[in-house]
């Protein structure tokens, strides 16, 4: 890994925000929709941007994890 001069997380910051989640319901949590997010997805009209918007909203919950 490249050494920066100034970094804004220190290295177990940066696992600890990254790191792919391993208990089963962690991952639940975070990639099941709650009914404001239905609504949300719901509201496009064209399947194609429900679904561009429902994985959206899934990668967006834990960076680092697609």
Known sequence: MVKR???LLTE????QILAIPTD???????????PSDIDIIGARRER????????????????GTT
């Open 5 to 7: 001069k100034h970094q």
């Open 48 to 63: 194609r941007n429900r679904l561009g918007v429902a994985l959206q909203l899934a990668l967006l919950r834990h960076p």
């Open 12 to 15: 177990s910051e940066r696992d």
């Open 24 to 34: 089963r319901d962690h991952l639940a949590r975070l990639y099941s929709f709650e």
